[in-house]
């Protein structure tokens, strides 16, 4: 059995050792695999995946070189792959997602949970804040509801999820009524401005311990479809190429935004500094390097206490969590000792 080679996912599979170290590794300055926490590391086991979710069988193909791999052209079989890591993994039940709705790479997405826990554990006398004194935001949840699922499975962290479309917090409260065991750390909200990033979200008097967010990548519809032909071609699939298919979907929202990435970027930095003492660490996936320099430039003008770059990869995609705070050493401190529990000498 080969790894599967494209575009859409990494290399998951057995899984690991589980058990969490009392201390964070040490940020990467380079990164090149999986987190070490991460329980997909090697080959996927397409025997075992298929025994959890039989419907995942069809679509496993002949390679090349005559091994097996899955047809990753077909977003059905990326859809139940998920499912199916998902439930072997995480004993996640029940997972999907409406037609044409983004299906996200759940080795990528487990990897910014288990850096973000890194992060928490630095500022926590290197000790990971685990349990449900601790509670994310997870801006554009989506339909998948992927951070606040592994999150509360790894590190029994609370979440709210929001999102601006009703249909992506209708199924995700789906996933919720079929995962009764999670349902209870999970609160949905729907954001009442889609102009805003941040505001609107939380109460005057409501605390959240950090954010994460996955934001949409593209300025217009013809760039996203021009990325989507360009993968197409990569994977070998010319005749597709001439067509806007996704084999990850994502629908307009979740992929198209006013300025793209900087653009959504930048107004979450604005809406940052208007609830600056209402989180302890406000963090975001930063797909293209490029993108960086003037984010940090807009966060030094805005005198955040601690700024983090924390490199990120997953076989040959690159990405970066960019992380920043407001608070100085002493509010943190009080915070910790309010809201994570045993607190640890600094």
């Not at 380079?30 to 069988?57: E, F, I, M, S, W």
């Not at 091994?67 to 052209?73: E, K, N, P, Q």
């Not at 801006?139 to 999150?151: K, R, V």
Request: hydrophobic share 40%.
């Amino acid at each position: 059995m080969i790894p599967p080679r494209h575009l859409w996912d990494n290399l998951p599979a057995q899984r690991p050792d589980h058990s969490m170290p009392s201390k964070p590794s040490s940020h990467r300055t380079t990164a090149t695999a999986l987190h070490p926490r991460n329980r997909h590391q090697g080959r996927y086991d397409l025997n075992a995946l298929t025994r959890v979710c039989p419907p995942l069988k069809p679509h496993i193909i002949r390679a090349a070189d005559g091994s097996t791999t899955l047809d990753f052209t077909d977003p059905q079989a990326v859809r139940l792959l998920n499912r199916a890591l998902l439930q072997q993994q995480y004993r996640i039940a029940e997972w999907d997602i409406p037609e044409g709705y983004l299906c996200p790479p759940v080795p990528g997405r487990a990897d910014y949970i288990h850096a973000l826990a890194d992060l928490l554990g630095e500022s926590h006398g290197g000790n990971i804040p685990t349990g449900e004194g601790l509670t994310g935001l997870d801006i554009g949840t989506g339909a998948n509801l992927i951070y606040p699922l592994l999150g509360r499975v790894e590190y029994q962290w609370r979440f709210v999820g929001v999102d601006i479309d009703p249909v992506a917090l209708d199924n995700a409260a789906r996933i919720l009524a079929a995962n009764p065991g999670l349902a209870s750390g999970i609160e949905l909200r729907q954001q009442p401005a889609p102009s805003s990033v941040l505001c609107g979200i939380l109460g005057a008097e409501e605390r959240v311990d950090f954010t994460l967010c996955n934001p949409p990548f593209h300025p217009s519809h013809a760039v996203a479809n021009s990325g989507s032909q360009r993968k197409w071609r990569n994977l070998g699939k010319v005749r597709a190429a001439a067509t806007t298919h996704r084999n990850f979907g994502g629908q307009a929202n979740e992929l198209v935004c006013d300025g793209g990435e900087a653009g959504f970027l930048q107004r979450m930095i604005e809406d940052s500094a208007l609830i600056a003492g209402q989180v302890f660490w406000f963090t975001t996936l930063v797909s293209k390097a490029a993108n960086l320099p003037a984010l940090q430039q807009q966060l030094t003008a805005l005198s955040v206490r601690d700024l983090r770059i924390i490199p990120m990869a997953q076989g040959h995609k690159h990405s970066r969590l960019l992380a920043w705070t407001f608070l100085d050493k002493k509010q943190r401190r009080a915070w910790r000792r309010a809201r994570w529990g045993t607190f640890p000498r600094d």
